[in-house]
């Protein structure tokens, strides 16, 4: 199949360079507005489209794929995380799924990092207060916040990205533990001098942060439950800047409402935007709108992933980045 030929339909706006080298490869539609797609022109698109490009703001499931035409072969997700796709009803269906994964590890890793100093060193509340003029001068008691050096830090997820914040974190002083489904290879322990815990519960019992770092799977949601959030240190904080389902949203609301658990740093949320209004008020929490891999660099790489994948597609060949249903 010719790729010049494939028609592509892109469901959000892309990086100008990445929607230009689209364009000269493919027969592209783009769109001019920066919204979501809305559910009935997503249906519509899979039943022209030969590829369709998704974003995380696209719910591809069972529905959707059953009214997919004939046509498409390929859903090509802008992102590295799939969830937002029903990847084994496409499979049955013969449809393939790729994604971008390796190109936003260090950017999100960075936010992890950037989430944790924020929440133990209090800089959004310093912000608030020389933004509002506020500011009264220097005190030996104002604004303590907690020393990360020598915290001890439980990872959950240690794939690329859980690795990649496991390095800024031991360059931080802080001692690196995760819990993972498998455990890494010991030379990888030995190089992030990292304990492994079989027992999640076990490992959340004794850190000082935890770092959400797994994809949201059937077996990952809710992995943070009301029971696991309990039983965390009252003086522990957690950041999550991999998918809101993982953690019980409204019940660590309700343990960082009542002192239960010490802070949150999110950039993902259970139900996207619609944040619980609690969570908003609180003061021990740093909420971004999920921006972890939101670097110009990244959003670029992303987009030369999702061109190779088409490319190589069209060529005749397996996408590199094909998603099968057996690694989620
Ligand atoms: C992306 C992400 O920006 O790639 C992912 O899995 O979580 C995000 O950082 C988003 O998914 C784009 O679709």
């Known amino acids: 199949m010719p790729f010049e030929r494939l028609s592509v339909v892109v469901t959000r706006r892309l990086p100008e360079a990445v929607e230009t080298r689209m364009t000269e490869l493919f027969n592209v539609e783009l769109r001019d507005e920066d919204t979501p797609m809305a559910r009935d022109a997503l249906a519509e698109a899979m039943r022209r489209a030969d590829i369709l490009v998704p974003t995380i703001t696209d719910t591809i499931d069972q529905g959707l794929l059953a009214q997919a035409g004939d046509k498409l072969k390929l859903i090509a997700n802008f992102g590295a995380g799939v969830d937002n796709i029903d990847v084994q009803t496409a499979r049955q269906r013969g449809i393939l799924v790729s994604n971008t994964p390796g190109v936003l590890t260090e950017d999100t890793a960075d936010m992890a990092m950037a989430l944790i100093l924020a929440l133990m060193r209090r800089i959004p509340e310093g912000l608030a207060i020389m933004q509002a003029g506020n500011w009264a001068g220097w005190a030996p008691t104002a604004l303590l916040g907690g020393r990360v050096g020598g915290r001890r830090l439980g990872i959950l997820g240690m794939g690329r990205i859980g690795q990649a914040v496991a390095r800024r974190a031991k360059a931080f002083g802080m001692q690196i533990h995760y819990h993972n489904r498998k455990r890494l290879r010991p030379e990888i322990e030995t190089e992030l001098e990292a304990t492994y815990w079989d027992s999640l519960d076990q490992m959340v019992s004794r850190m000082d942060v935890i770092s959400i770092n797994c994809p949201h799977t059937p077996s990952t949601f809710h992995l943070m439950n009301a029971r696991r959030l309990k039983l965390m ?56 709108p999920h921006m972890g891999s939101a670097t110009r660099e990244g959003r670029a790489e992303m987009g030369e992933k999702v061109i190779i994948n088409i490319k190589t597609f069209a060529d005749g060949h397996r996408p590199p980045d094909l998603v099968v249903p057996a690694m989620l």
């Open 233 to 288: 240190k009252p003086s522990a904080v957690i950041v999550n800047t991999s998918r809101g389902e993982v953690i019980d949203e409204n019940a660590l609301t309700r343990m960082l409402r009542s002192g239960e658990i010490a802070g949150a740093g999110l950039d993902v949320y259970e139900n996207g935007t619609g944040i619980n209004p609690r969570l908003r008020e609180l003061q021990n929490v740093v909420l971004l």
